[in-house]
Structures are given as structure tokens and as C-alpha cells.
């Protein structure tokens, strides 16, 4: 049976559909779980509230498109207090259609902590091993040569090797890469391996019916079971509502929307008194620096993510640990991460072709403590997210912008900016007492999220979790969650492979749950 990708705009009125399993998100919980179904024979109906875009969309490489038609809140979803920005993808593939392809398996040492502080099951090296493997064989991933990565990656690695710090390449998910850097608009190539171009047309030829520009709005709960799935088409240009609905009822369903929108649907739903719902989101919080050097990095060329440093990811139990990696540097993204305004930004992108930036990407949850942000419903629905900047984390993000300027400054930088109004800048290691005396916390400098975990944790505990270790909800019986929102903690690393394998060891669980 072949199944088929319907637009939101191809519905009039109200439909109704039944299948085995609904999927609501198409990221890379959602997508690997349904091409996993359907290839058990199961008749699964996925529905996305964004569009459905090709390489033909991307090839512009144009910014303003992208951030408009690929990202949350056309890429302005930001904390309530706006400290924190959040970059996060909506559109079929999710974030794997936006995110920077870097790869990393689960950390052990995640893992232990999962299994000893939350009581997660199951979740080990070797059980996880052949999701994995199958991921990988998948989604071509493999290291990214160093010898060919851009000027801007090259800095980090030159910088740590020089102080002697630990420093290695990265893995994406790609093949046959062009090296183009645009892997934030989408690949104008269909060399990333995201969602869109791997397990989405898996599962479509296996008979998936995906609904596209289509916004899951509420589940209906009768007791202990899902009864349907409601929904609203919505104006791909627009993102507003039209007057057509759909209603879908389903032997299971699945909420793989992505930490914050997942929580926010169960909330929508009535089911925040089952459990923390909302809680414990995580953000593995950014601060960056930019480092202006003499030649030119052209920092808008080449694989975004080629080296990374986890020097510093473990600085012991009572403090935050931080990883270290760069960003594309594209025009529109460059410019809403620096807090210049005015003359002072149209002098920093003047700089824009020599400047380097890193990032310290904080790893938070793992501190006794630390229980994140919370993901709540406002006016009219809307979703909130608030995430207090504490003291470990203020104290990671000053530790952070020193170890990025010594990275620079030894890379050859003239002069690291920091993020903060006033910018503070370091042209030697006599400067670096600048930087530890300057304000930090929220709205005193930068701050983003490219990383969202949590939200509806797993764990034995109905008071302390959403959802069992099988990810079944703990009181719905017929309703799932595979996604990011599921983990316990930030994972200290890019999380996508676990979304991957976590949803690719849910596959049989799911299937012998019908």
C-alpha cells in the first residue's frame, strides 16, 4: 500500500479518520518510529503542523525565507523574560530538516545517571547498541574530515590543541556533501540526511498518510484511553487556522512534537495532573564569543560542525559542565546573536568575513538541584516557557567565556567580544579579569538554545515522570510519547542520534502495544 503526503490546504470542512496508530510530529522521534510501524504492517496516519518542503524550497538559501517557513515562531520562540532564545524546527522533518547534522551516541556516564538518580530502565550501552548501528547505517554517519573543515572550525581545534585541551572531529548525518554550510535553511543538495529525505519517503512508500500544514490541537480523553485525536488545518504562509478540522481516531497514539510543543499538547489535553508535565525541560543553554582575526574565516562556508571539545563537559558533581562547538555564521543568524544595536551591529557585520565564533553549550540537570525550566499554558493557550538562569549556570556561562577567549587568543585573534551592553573585549590574558567581572544572568548577555529535552520525563515514578521507560504514558494506557521531551536530563551532547535511537528501540514496543 502506498501512502501519500496531503497538504492542510487540500481539506475543506471536517474530516474523519481512523487508523492503527496516530503520530503527531514528524522530527526524528516521529519519523523513525512511523517508517518502523509501517513496516510492521501497521496503517499509521501522521499529522505535522508544518510544511512540507524540498531541496527545490531551499535552494534559494535565503534566511529570511527560512527563518519564516522552518523554524518555530518563524525562529523567534524565546523564553517568557526573551534571556533565552530558541532556535527550533517546524516544518516535515522537524529539526532534522534545520539542525547543524552533528551526531552523537548517548554518553555512558548519561546513561548511569539516568538509571541512578531518575530509575529509568533499559537504557544501557549494549541494549542501545544496535539502534545505533542501525541509525547509522541509515543516516550515513560517519566523522567529518578535520583536513577539510572551514576556517572557523579550524580555529577551535588550533586553539585547544594549543593549550592542550582535548579536541576531535565531529559526525554528521550526510552523503555526498557539498560543504555548502547552509545546513541551517535547509539542504539545497538532499546530502544532510534528515528526516525528509530518509525515513519520511521510507514510510510514505510503506503506506504512511502524512498530513502536512496540519496542527494536532487536543487529545480526547474518555478515562484511560485517547479516543481521537483532534486537529486544524493552518495556512502554510499564515500559520493561522483555516475552517477546516480533523478529528483522528486511533488505536494508539503518539505525541512526538519535540520538548515544549509535546508538553504543551498534553496540557491542552487536560492531562498536567497526571505527573510533572512541563517540567524538567532542559536547554543545554549557549553562550558564545566572537574572536576577530587578521585573515579571513568566512565562517558562512563549509560543514557548520567539524570539531568539538568536551574538555570541560564534566567539572564535577556540584558545578555545570559545558561542551565547546562553532555556529554557521549566515548574515541574519550572526546578527540576532550579537547584543550591538544600531551603528554597533552594522560595524560588527562589516567584520562579519574575519570573525570566529564559539560556543559553550552548558549541560544542565545533571547538578543536584537543577530541575530546568518549565513549559506552561498562557493566554488564549499560548505556550510559555520559563527557565530561571541560576547561580551553577551563571557561574558555567563566566567559566565558559573565559575558556572560549583562551581558545581564540591562541588561535591568533586579535580580540574575543563577549555578548553582553556593553560588549566586553579581550585582546590578551591581562583582559580576562574583564570578563570575570562582568555581569551575568538573564537579559545581562546572550543566551540561546539550539537543544530542547524534557518536558514529559520517563522514569518509575507517576509523581515524578509522564511516561513509563517503555514510554508509554503512565495512565493513558493507549498513548505513547517519542521524542526528546522524554529525557530525563540534557544529554551533554547534540541529542538527535539518542531522539533517533530512542525511537527506533520504541518501534517494537509500540507495534506489540496494538
Not at 521524542?483 to 528501540?505: C, F, K, Q
Request: charged fraction near 20%.
Amino acid at each position: 500500500m502506498s501512502g501519500a503526503i496531503i497538504p492542510g490546504a487540500q481539506l475543506s470542512g471536517h474530516t474523519s479518520l481512523s487508523c492503527d496508530v496516530c503520530v503527531i510530529g514528524s522530527g526524528a522521534g516521529g519519523a523513525v518510529l512511523a517508517a518502523g510501524l509501517v513496516e510492521r504492517g501497521l496503517d499509521v496516519v501522521m499529522l505535522e503542523a508544518g510544511g512540507h518542503f524540498t531541496r527545490e524550497d531551499f535552494i534559494p538559501l535565503d534566511e529570511r525565507w527560512a527563518f519564516a517557513n522552518l523554524y518555530q515562531d518563524c525562529g523567534g520562540r524565546a523564553t517568557t523574560d526573551q534571556a533565552i532564545t530558541v532556535l527550533q524546527g517546524r516544518s516535515v522533518g522537524g529539526g532534522t530538516t534545520v539542525n547543524w547534522t552533528t551526531c552523537f551516541r548517548t554518553p555512558e556516564r548519561i546513561l548511569r545517571h539516568w538509571a541512578d538518580v531518575h530509575g529509568v530502565e533499559g537504557y544501557t550501552v549494549d541494549s542501545l547498541r544496535p539502534h545505533f548501528e542501525a541509525i547509522e547505517a541509515r543516516l550515513n554517519i560517519a566523522p567529518w574530515p578535520t583536513k577539510i573543515a572551514n576556517e572557523n572550525n579550524r580555529k577551535l581545534l588550533e586553539g585547544c590543541e594549543k593549550l592542550g585541551w582535548e579536541v576531535a572531529p565531529l559526525r554528521r548525518n550526510v552523503d555526498d556533501c557539498a560543504n555548502s554550510g547552509y545546513c541551517g535553511l535547509g539542504c539545497p543538495v538532499d546530502a544532510k540526511q534528515a528526516m525528509g529525505v530518509t525515513f519520511i519517503p521510507d514510510a510514505v512508500a510503506g503506506g504512511l498518510r502524512l498530513y502536512c500544514d496540519v496542527e494536532a490541537t487536543r487529545l480526547e480523553v474518555e478515562g484511560d484511553t485517547v479516543v481521537a485525536v483532534e486537529a486544524r488545518a493552518l495556512n502554510r504562509e499564515s500559520h493561522q487556522p483555516s475552517w477546516a478540522t480533523m478529528a483522528v481516531r486511533a488505536k494508539l497514539t503518539v505525541v512526538s512534537g519535540g520538548a515544549i510543543n509535546s508538553p504543551a499538547l498534553l496540557l491542552r489535553s487536560g492531562l498536567g495532573q497526571d505527573g510533572p508535565v512541563g517540567q524538567r525541560t532542559f536547554l543545554h543553554p549557549v553562550v558564545t564569543m566572537a574572536a576577530r582575526y587578521a585573515e579571513e574565516v568566512e565562517g558562512f562556508y563549509g560543514a557548520p560542525q567539524a570539531v568539538g571539545s568536551h574538555q570541560f563537559v564534566d567539572r564535577g558533581d556540584d558545578k555545570v559542565g559545558f561542551f565547546l562547538e562553532v555556529p554557521p555564521l549566515q548574515p541574519v543568524l550572526a546578527s540576532g546573536g550579537v547584543s550591538a544595536m544600531g551603528v554597533d551591529q552594522a560595524a560588527f557585520m562589516r567584520e562579519l568575513p574575519y570573525l570566529g565564533v564559539l560556543l559553550a553549550i552548558n549541560v544542565d540537570g545533571l547538578v543536584a538541584g537543577d530541575v530546568g525550566g518549565t513549559v506552561s499554558l498562557g493566554e488564549q493557550g499560548r505556550i510559555q516557557l520559563d527557565y530561571p538562569v541560576t547561580e551553577p549556570l551563571i557561574e558555567a556561562f563566566r567559566s565558559g567565556h573565559e575558556v572560549m577567549a583562551r581558545i581564540a587568543l591562541a588561535a591568533g585573534a586579535r580580540g574575543v567580544h563577549s555578548t553582553h551592553l556593553p560588549i566586553v573585549t579581550v585582546r590578551s590574558e591581562a583582559d580576562l579579569p574583564g570578563l570575570r567581572n562582568a555581569p551575568y544572568g538573564a537579559l545581562e548577555h546572550g543566551i540561546f538554545s539550539a537543544h530542547q529535552m524534557g518536558g514529559c520525563a520517563m522514569g518509575p515514578d507517576p509523581a515524578t515522570s509522564v511516561v513509563r521507560s517503555d514510554l508509554r504514558h503512565h495512565r493513558v494506557g493507549n498513548l505513547f510519547v517519542v521524542d526528546g521531551s522524554v529525557l530525563p536530563t540534557a544529554l551533554g551532547v547534540n541529542p538527535s542520534e539518542t531522539i533517533y535511537a530512542i525511537a527506533h528501540r520504541a518501534r517494537d514496543t509500540v507495534a506489540a502495544a496494538i
